[in-house]
């Protein structure tokens, strides 16, 4: 079985039916409208088809009430919240234009080109697919098009699908706009979880002695 026919045995074992029992290809065509016939979710519990558009990710998690950014998880075992309590914020090209926006090249002092990006992903995806999602044209971006892009500005997959929480937060756009803190950001990514821990303890550190320095003698 490919990854994609694994996670979605997980996910049928895991939400099911109001009455209990497993989604089926005929129920999931029916509650799609459609959109997801039986004989695509046959082929998906096959291992046939190894790389699902996103419109088909997103509405056979409607129907089966899981929040969508399961499907680019490792191990889902966590309490999701239910899709239909989540409201939709923005389109997966809308959020890609905002991370162009934020996230600049720090060596050119500028935001990436489409081919930067491409080239960042490692082949993950090509220049034209990364412009052809960033306009809107590729509406139906795949999972592995989603996860190349995630992986090329370095933040989860799941910001391009979480349906409850903004873009990025306040002080996370004020900190990407400064250019220094910027770059503190960008030169810790390829650290270990304990340098990390280590870094955080030397900034605890710096903070305490500037409040100190605030608080005078």
């Not at 089966?64 to 090209?93: C, G, H, Q, Y």
């Not at 934020?102 to 993950?124: F, H, N, Q, W």
């Not at 903004?166 to 220094?180: F, N, V």
Request: aromatic share 6%; charged share 30%.
């Amino acid at each position: 079985m490919t990854r994609i026919a694994e996670k979605f045995e997980f996910l049928l074992n895991t939400y099911r039916r109001p009455d209990g029992g497993r989604w089926g290809g005929q129920e999931l065509q029916d509650a799609t409208g459609g959109a997801v016939t039986r004989s695509y979710v046959s082929a998906l519990r096959n291992g046939h088809i190894e790389n699902p558009g996103y419109d088909k990710m997103r509405a056979i998690a409607k129907a089966m009430n899981f929040p969508v950014e399961l499907w680019f998880e490792d191990s889902p075992k966590r309490v999701a919240p239910r899709a239909d309590e989540l409201e939709e914020r923005a389109t997966i090209a809308e959020r890609l234009e905002h991370l162009f926006q934020t996230i600049i090249d720090e060596k050119k002092d500028r935001p990436y080109t489409d081919a930067e990006v491409a080239r960042m992903s490692l082949g993950g995806i090509s220049e034209e697919e990364v412009a052809g999602i960033r306009s809107g044209e590729i509406s139906n971006p795949t999972i592995d098009q989603v996860l190349a892009l995630a992986e090329a500005f370095g933040v989860s997959p799941s910001y391009f699908t979480e349906r409850k929480a903004p873009l990025l937060s306040r002080e996370a756009i004020e900190a990407l706009a400064d250019r220094d803190s910027s770059k503190i950001i960008h030169k810790t990514l390829a650290l270990s979880d304990a340098e990390k821990r280590m870094v955080l303890d030397i900034l605890d550190h710096l903070g305490q002695l500037h409040r100190g320095r605030q608080d005078g003698p």
